[in-house]
């Protein structure tokens, strides 16, 4: 995730026109150098951002986590484990065995999928985990399809998405490349490409505003917890296209601030991790 300015609904006036310079031009000084000149949508991108990650220890440190607790969560059914959206990360280290996959073929990558058509038997696997994936899927309601029809009883769908709060609003709307609209009422959108189009808002309109929508149309999948939670550490991170604005070092006392708005997370968080479960 790169910071960039991102579209507003209606004509832009004087105040917002000044945001968005400044937001481009924030853009340009922190563009982390790996990532000049390429596009999102080229499978050189994804595997770049492998090496952005590993190359800064902040942001791994944060990856870290969320793969520790994608691997905490996995339900006691036996069965594979599938991963979308592998390419930059490296998942596998915390759950063997796992099934990497992406929409394009990267190094490193088991399988070539897209999460709305998987190539999978009913009820064959154990788990589907991903991280920052859902936003990006134009139409959600076949991926959720899927899974319902991939998941074996008591499998899991485990995802760290964007979420929505008053503080991720201000931050996505203003310094972020991608779409974030959480007025958005359909939970699809038009496609040019497989990373260049999203909304950064669609898993909490799902699973939150749409809640009751969402429990009938997909009985199946129970939700089992919403955690919202990150407010500050991934922005400070720069995230897999910007340079990072911390050192390594300071993950840990950033992390106890964090701890202190643990009770504040509607208002501030950033990130949500979230399990449904197969009924």
């Given at each position: 995730m790169g910071f960039g300015c991102c579209a507003f609904a209606g004509a832009p006036g004087p105040s917002y026109k000044g945001e968005c310079l400044s937001a481009s031009i924030l853009r340009r000084l922190l563009s982390h150098p790996l990532t000049a000149g390429l596009q999102l949508d080229d499978p050189a991108t994804t595997e770049r951002r492998k090496q952005i990650i590993s190359s800064k220890p902040f942001l791994k440190a944060i990856y870290d986590e969320w793969y520790g607790m994608l691997a905490e969560k996995l339900p006691e059914v036996e069965g594979p484990v599938l991963e979308l959206g592998s390419g930059a990360g490296y998942c596998e280290r915390f759950i063997p065995g796992l099934i990497t996959s992406e929409v394009f073929f990267c190094r490193g990558i088991r399988l070539v999928a897209d999460a709305q058509r998987m190539p999978f038997p009913e009820a064959s696997l154990r788990a589907?985990?991903?991280?920052?994936?859902?936003?990006?899927?134009?139409?959600?309601?076949?991926?959720?399809?899927?899974?319902?029809?991939?998941?074996?009883?008591?499998?899991?769908?485990?995802?760290?998405?964007?979420?929505?709060?008053?503080?991720?609003?201000?931050?996505?709307?203003?310094?972020?490349?991608?779409?974030?609209?959480?007025?958005?009422?359909?939970?699809?959108?038009?496609?040019?490409?497989?990373?260049?189009?999203?909304?950064?808002?669609?898993?909490?309109?799902?699973?939150?505003?749409?809640?009751?929508?969402?429990?009938?149309?997909?009985?199946?999948?129970?939700?089992?917890?919403?955690?919202?939670?990150?407010?500050?550490?991934?922005?400070?991170?720069?995230?897999?296209?910007?340079?990072?604005?911390?050192?390594?070092?300071?993950?840990?006392?950033?992390?106890?601030?964090?701890?202190?708005?643990?009770?504040?997370?509607?208002r501030w968080a950033m990130f949500a991790f979230v399990s449904l479960r197969r009924r």
């Amino acid at each position: 995730m790169g910071f960039g300015c991102c579209a507003f609904a209606g004509a832009p006036g004087p105040s917002y026109k000044g945001e968005c310079l400044s937001a481009s031009i924030l853009r340009r000084l922190l563009s982390h150098p790996l990532t000049a000149g390429l596009q999102l949508d080229d499978p050189a991108t994804t595997e770049r951002r492998k090496q952005i990650i590993s190359s800064k220890p902040f942001l791994k440190a944060i990856y870290d986590e969320w793969y520790g607790m994608l691997a905490e969560k996995l339900p006691e059914v036996e069965g594979p484990v599938l991963e979308l959206g592998s390419g930059a990360g490296y998942c596998e280290r915390f759950i063997p065995g796992l099934i990497t996959s992406e929409v394009f073929f990267c190094r490193g990558i088991r399988l070539v999928a897209d999460a709305q058509r998987m190539p999978f038997p009913e009820a064959s696997l154990r788990a589907i985990v991903f991280t920052d994936v859902l936003h990006h899927m134009p139409e959600v309601r076949r991926f959720f399809g899927e899974a319902s029809r991939c998941l074996r009883p008591g499998g899991k769908v485990l995802m760290i998405e964007p979420w929505v709060s008053a503080w991720s609003r201000f931050v996505y709307t203003r310094f972020h490349h991608e779409p974030f609209r959480p007025d958005a009422q359909d939970w699809s959108f038009p496609s040019t490409g497989p990373l260049s189009d999203a909304n950064g808002a669609l898993p909490w309109i799902v699973l939150v505003r749409d809640r009751k929508q969402f429990e009938a149309e997909f009985p199946e999948l129970a939700i089992e917890e919403i955690r919202p939670f990150l407010p500050l550490r991934y922005l400070l991170s720069g995230g897999v296209g910007m340079r990072s604005l911390m050192p390594g070092f300071a993950h840990s006392g950033w992390k106890r601030i964090e701890r202190i708005l643990a009770s504040q997370m509607d208002r501030w968080a950033m990130f949500a991790f979230v399990s449904l479960r197969r009924r």
